[in-house]
């Protein structure tokens, strides 16, 4: 009970997470910040910074009892102290990332204009903004010449009497680019949030709202006159749309012209490589969702590569994306190939990597990865494993976001009790299954054809039981291909499972014979 309260003060006092994501030099330069502070070296707030950073387990009532400042003070000395914080890292050469050298621009040009010095100012001013359309920020661009206009209104020369006219339709072009940018930016985002609280289409109905949503909210355009920002949110948003409908193909055709934005011009990865890892991440995830094995392979050994030579700028946020999108993938590789007992080397790593970055991991990723890791100790054969990581998806309270998940990982326990025999209380677990996925709205008839057979079993002589898991699949394998009810073959290889039962072979060899099977149809 302890570690829940814990980590629920510590994800709620804002200032106590930052200063603990901050690295050992982060803290050396906020030391040598305050030291330039001069008299401030003792300050309240320099104190109260060495007593948090120490603190293991922020409590506000062991701060106040350390004689630093009393509980009226300590809610504007917290702000000031995380102020001061900001100030300090926004100064680091670290995090000087073009958008911040373009914006310190801007202030520099509006202190020179203040003074009156005009030309200095929109010299300041013509190189900021040249930055900043080269490197596809609009919206500051569009910043900049506003300020251009309201300069020139007070210092006009002759030698540039079209300067007005050059401002104003520039003006002009930077507000239609951004408004495109803002509406294609907007259908991703509200796509991304339908899929967030939705879930994939499950009916006709829900499919004809996406359809006409989509198309209605998606604007007409020139694709000729793009910018990087503008393909970026445009291809985004078709990612989004084809997840929705299940369309995995199309997911894969966006996933790969989205990375490929980046690779056509590598600077980019350096300006947001928080989209360029999102990207790699979906591109894999369609690779995987339409079993292109040998191109998810190599996205994969690409992705490695790249994180080995520094390609992909690593700060405490892309640290943290490079761990859930490498390892998630690298079970997904051992899924797609059956290699199961290879991959097992990987759940030591995963779980010291969770435990490390426990308190800024969103639980639905933690979720996700037990899952995963869960499905890989299945596919060995490993139930009770299995079961032991199941367990720690069943009992999470934080279930948002990741219902899709809970339900799976409950259908996936009651198939890894039966393997190990657990039946002793099946019908119990049959019945809070059922009732947990009809709570969630959310059972297919996939699950619900499943769910009622498997309970059935309990009654079958042994002798009969392989007719039975014949009987089983052949009710199942019509919906493999169906548009709304292959999602359910998507977290769980129940086919397969199925398989084992009636050859009676490992999951395994199943899997991979179904493997070589697809290679020598492609070849022919």
């Given amino acids: 009970m302890s570690k829940i309260v814990t980590s629920a003060n510590q994800q709620n006092d804002a200032l106590f997470v930052l ?37 293991k387990v922020y409590d506000e009532k062991v701060i106040i009892n350390s004689g630093i400042v009393s509980k009226q003070q300590l809610s504007n000395l917290k702000a000031h102290l995380y102020k001061q914080i900001l100030i300090s890292l926004r100064l680091n ?43 596809e920020e609009k919206n500051i661009a569009y910043e900049i010449v506003e300020l251009e206009k309201v300069i020139e209104t007070q210092y006009i020369t002759r030698s540039l009497s079209n300067r007005a006219d050059q401002l104003s339709i520039q003006a002009k ?21 339908h899929l967030l609280q939705n879930g994939y289409v499950k009916n006709n109905e829900e499919l004809e709202f996406v359809n006409v949503y989509f198309y209605s909210k998606l604007p007409k355009y020139k694709f000729e006159n793009f910018g990087f920002r503008e393909k970026l949110w445009l291809y985004k948003s078709h990612l989004w749309f084809s997840f929705l409908t299940q369309d995995f193909i199309q997911s894969y055709k966006y996933a790969s012209k989205w990375v490929d934005l980046f690779r056509e011009d590598r600077k980019f990865i350096v300006l947001h490589p928080v989209f360029y890892l999102k990207g790699i991440n979906y591109l894999l995830e369609a690779s995987f969702f339409v079993k292109k094995a040998t191109t998810f392979k190599e996205e994969l050994t690409s992705f490695e590569n790249e994180i080995e030579q520094n390609v992909i700028p690593l700060n405490t946020n892309t640290e943290l994306l490079i761990f859930q999108y490498l390892y998630a993938n690298k079970l997904h590789l051992h899924f797609l190939e059956a290699t199961f007992s290879e991959g097992e080397y990987l759940i030591e790593i995963i779980n010291h990597k ?9 639980n639905h990723y933690v979720v996700m990865l037990y899952y995963k890791m869960a499905c890989l100790y299945f596919g060995m054969g490993k139930n009770e494993l299995c079961i032991v990581y199941l367990q720690k998806i069943i009992k999470s309270k934080n279930i948002s976001g990741a219902e899709d998940l809970q339900c799976f990982a409950r259908v996936l326990n009651l198939i890894a009790h039966y393997e190990c025999g657990l039946d002793y209380d099946f019908e119990r677990q049959f019945l809070d299954t059922y009732k947990f996925l009809l709570k ?85």
């Fill in 19 to 55: 200063i603990k994501s901050l690295t050992k030099s982060e803290k050396r330069q906020f030391n040598l910040y305050v030291g330039r502070l001069g008299g401030n070296i003792d300050a309240k707030f320099f104190s109260l910074f060495k007593f948090l950073e120490k603190l």
């Fill in 173 to 193: 072009e930077l507000s239609l680019q951004n408004v495109m940018a803002s509406k294609l930016s907007n259908l991703s985002l509200q796509l991304y949030s």
């Fill in 354 to 362: 969770i435990e490390k970055y426990r308190n800024r991991l969103d």
């Fill in 93 to 135: 050469p670290a995090h000087k990332n073009i958008r911040i050298q373009i914006r310190e621009q801007l202030d520099f040009a509006t202190v020179l204009y203040q003074k009156g010095l005009y030309k200095q100012s929109l010299k300041l001013l013509d190189k900021a903004k040249n930055l900043a359309l080269e490197n």
């Fill in 440 to 524: 969630m709205e959310n059972l297919q008839e996939v699950q619900k054809v499943f769910l009622t057979s498997i309970r059935d079993l309990s009654d079958v002589f042994p002798h009969e039981i392989k007719n039975e898991f014949k009987k089983i699949h052949t009710k199942l394998k019509k919906y493999e291909d169906h548009p709304y009810e292959k999602r359910a073959f998507l977290y769980l290889d129940i086919l397969s499972w199925l398989e084992s039962k009636i050859e009676n072979k490992p999951i395994a060899v199943i899997i991979k014979e179904k493997l070589n099977s697809s290679h020598k149809n492609k070849n022919i």
